[in-house]
């Protein structure tokens, strides 16, 4: 059987090994179960749906909402190369789950729109799950409301069309959907733990997430959170796929 793929889109080498890690861990696979391709300096091969199952898509400093012109070269390829696997996983030819920065790729690619008006501060924060999430395969058995981490500075304005919304709350009402069977998408973080976040934190609190002074009172609130249910969504995941 084919492995599944982290794909990773963060340029930063400590965070992305960090993350991958993280992502090993909450779908307890080794690096021959879950696989990696570094979007960032390579670029999404031909075979890439035949050579992988399955694409789990992790977060990044990028925003989608940027400035076209504003844009790296590198960005826009992997940009591009993520639309590529929005629509073989809309189409049911592979699954995906894009988190974070990359459901706003997937959100942009498949119709729908995002915004700058539904950015969430970092840290802990909460996640209810709607009749279709509580109903769906992946998600129906995570608590009803659950605690979840975020940082983000943008977020899906409206669902591509036949989007079914899975996850809400109030700051960013979409927090995850799902397009036909087989494509999920989650503004949260699903794999970090409570310290894994804190590291990531480290790596980005010059980066405009929260203010960098408010560091150890952030990483308290974060160490302190009963984060439980998004690392079984990727257990999920890994089992359905």
């Not at 189409?91 to 990359?102: I, K, P, Q, V, Y």
Request: with cysteine.
């Amino acid at each position: 059987m084919a492995p599944l793929v982290y794909v990773c889109v963060r340029p930063q080498q400590v965070a992305a090994e960090a993350e991958y890690a993280s992502f090993r861990s909450a779908m307890g696979l080794d690096e021959t179960g879950l696989e990696r391709i570094d979007l960032t300096r390579d670029a999404l091969p031909d075979d890439a749906f035949t050579r992988w199952r399955g694409f789990v898509v992790g977060g990044s400093p990028y925003n989608a909402t940027d400035d076209p012109d504003s844009k790296s070269e590198g960005q826009l390829r992997l940009e591009a190369d993520l639309a590529r696997i929005a629509d073989a996983a809309a189409s049911g030819s592979t699954a995906a789950l894009f988190t974070c920065f990359g459901i706003g790729v997937a959100t942009t690619r498949l119709g729908g729109t995002i915004s700058r008006d539904f950015p969430e501060d970092t840290g802990p924060t909460d996640v209810t799950l709607t009749d279709a999430g509580r109903a769906d395969r992946l998600l129906g058995s995570l608590a009803p409301t659950f605690t979840a981490f975020t940082a983000h500075k943008e977020g899906t304005e409206t669902l591509p069309a036949g989007a079914v919304l899975l996850a809400t709350n109030p700051d960013c009402p979409v927090q995850a959907y799902r397009v036909g069977d087989t494509l999920y998408a989650t503004q949260f973080h699903p794999e970090p733990t409570p310290q894994a976040f804190t590291e990531r934190m480290t790596v980005y609190r010059n980066d405009g997430y929260f203010d960098a002074a408010d560091y150890d009172r952030i990483a308290a609130r974060v160490l302190a959170a009963p984060v439980t249910e998004p690392s079984r969504l990727l257990a999920a995941f890994a089992d359905a796929f």
